[in-house]
């Protein structure tokens, strides 16, 4: 291979993710701007509450429960080895709440929403019924895309909050069931050391991610080739594309606000 | 009056519309014929604004449908989609008051509802169908409420995609019959794109054949027998050999 060649090749994907993000910065401003403009569809809105909030609570609840209470086993394993047992309570609760309770109902809510929203639209472009929304003069963005991202936006950061409280809960049990903490101080030292700025940081991450991933599913969807294998490649691009930039915006959000 | 002049329209390397001119007069039923992937059903969401033409212009009584308001423009017009495209996640009822229960003239529920039900009895329904969703009904019951929901705000100009596509040849009769019916009924502009000659003989007052991006022949309804251009008779008696290839 020549060396124009090899450059060539690492252009191409580099130019093809770059315009991807393009495309997702666009049609998430777009979104954003139609977020505050007439005609809002209220029963689409709280169709999508159901559907992201409500109906995601099982799945969001046993992945915080069984996470917490690997957690508080790895710490108390971990801790073991320079006497460090103790820390379990305050470790668990700081990385349900900061890190993996945000992370994991991102990831959750991008299998299971973000999939079911692009697979959605992208029968529906399928389908024709997005032409034949349009020629019922209803904006396709208005009428499928805002209602179902507002929903994220608004319901994942409760989902994260719910997920915090069941991790910690998991954990709660492990060490209070399995390891031996006395259950009055287990509680004590996780509100003791939890701070008001690890709850906010943690709902604002779920805000974000509820947003990425429901402005992914609904990007993918609408952008979706033709026929079956259309709609399978549009969801699950739609569930990659949305766990990576889950993971890199909670890189970025706490960098920002935990970095030193 | 519908007009196109030179309109042209590419996908990448396809070139699908190579200069399209046709006019159709208002208050006629013209129907569009051409083998499949000729481009018609492109040509009509060209009309429609739904997919954005190259080159040329369209006109809908003189004004370039590129520059006018959309929404007004949209409410002029009904459509009936191939596939019947109906909103799997509402009612049948919902599907047909679609466009009575939003925007600016917005009706009540209830009254929106009835004028679905009646819509829905046009075209041979009954009320029972509308509190169903479409996929608990057939083929041919989702293309009447599709013809019901085009029909619903009673629009100036119906388009009609591939009607009778996928039925059995009695229920292609029966929804040959409400168009034909429903254009002369309400006055309507119609625009028909199909390849079942039985439907263009049952609803065209005129008829145009696309074929290779180009209006290859137009002619009213009663000429089309006769004419001498090869490729009509070749598509219209549906022979294998002539100058539009079998396999393309």
């Known amino acids: ?260 | 009056m519908i007009a196109l002049q030179g309109v042209h329209k590419s996908f990448g390397p396809n070139r699908v519309l190579r200069g399209v001119d046709l006019t159709i007069a208002k208050g006629t039923s013209m129907v569009i014929i051409g083998g499949s992937g000729t481009g018609k059903s492109v040509l009509l969401k060209c009309i429609l604004g739904l997919v954005r033409h190259d080159a040329g212009t369209i006109t809908l009584d003189g004004q370039d449908v590129s520059r006018v308001e959309r929404d007004p423009f949209l409410a002029r017009f009904g459509m009936l989609f191939q596939g019947g495209a109906l909103f799997d996640s509402l009612k049948v009822w919902e599907n047909v008051a679609f466009r009575l229960m939003r925007g600016a003239g917005r009706l009540p529920q209830d009254q929106a509802r009835q004028i679905a039900i009646e819509k829905l009895r046009r075209v041979g329904l009954t009320p029972a169908v509308a509190d169903l969703f479409p996929a608990e009904l057939s083929g041919g019951m989702q293309k009447r409420v599709g013809l019901a929901r085009a029909i619903a705000a009673e629009p100036e100009i119906i388009f009609f995609d591939e009607p009778t596509t996928g039925l059995d040849p009695i229920m292609a009769g029966v929804i040959n019959d409400l168009i034909r019916e429903i254009v002369v009924e309400m006055g309507v502009t119609a625009m028909t794109i199909t390849h079942d000659m039985t439907s263009v003989r049952a609803i065209a007052d005129s008829v145009a054949m696309l074929h290779q991006g180009v209006i290859q022949w137009t002619g009213p309804i009663g000429a089309l027998d006769a004419t001498p251009d090869p490729y009509v008779q070749q598509f219209i008696h549906g022979r294998a050999d002539g100058p539009i290839a079998a396999v393309r």
């Not at chain 1, 805002?146 to 909050?161: D, E, Q």
């Not at chain 1, 690890?198 to 805000?207: P, R, V, Y």
């Not at chain 1, 429901?214 to 979706?224: D, K, N, R």
């Open chain 1, 1 to 260: 291979m020549t060396p124009a060649g090899a450059l060539a090749g690492i252009g191409r994907p580099v130019l093809a993710a770059l315009a991807s993000l393009g495309r997702i910065a666009i049609y998430a401003a777009q979104t954003i701007t139609h977020l505050v403009r007439p005609p809002f569809y209220p029963r689409e809105f709280l169709t999508a509450l159901m559907q992201v909030g409500w109906l995601s609570l099982p799945v969001v609840g046993l992945t915080a429960l069984f996470t917490g209470g690997a957690l508080a086993l790895q710490i108390y394993a971990g801790g073991q080895r320079f006497s460090a047992e103790a820390v379990v309570p305050q470790i668990v609760a700081i990385g349900m709440v900061r890190e993996l309770g945000p992370v994991l109902v991102g990831l959750m809510i991008a299998a299971r929403v973000t999939s079911s929203i692009a697979a959605e639209i992208a029968t529906m472009k399928v389908t024709e019924q997005i032409d034949a929304l349009v020629t019922l003069s209803t904006n396709p963005m208005k009428y499928l895309t805002v209602p179902r991202v507002l929903a994220g936006f608004l319901c994942v950061p409760l989902l994260v909050a719910i997920g915090d409280i069941i991790g910690i809960m998991g954990g709660f049990a492990v060490g209070t069931g399995q390891l031996g903490f006395n259950r009055a101080s287990y509680i004590q030292n996780t509100v003791n050391f939890l701070e008001g700025s690890d709850i906010i940081t943690s709902l604002i991450k779920g805000a974000v991610f509820g947003f990425i991933a429901t402005v992914i599913g609904c990007l993918y969807g609408m952008q979706s080739g033709r026929g079956a294998q259309g709609v399978g490649a549009a969801t699950k691009n739609a569930v990659a594309t949305a766990a990576i930039l889950i993971l890199a915006a909670n890189f970025i959000l706490t960098s920002v606000m935990f970095g030193q």
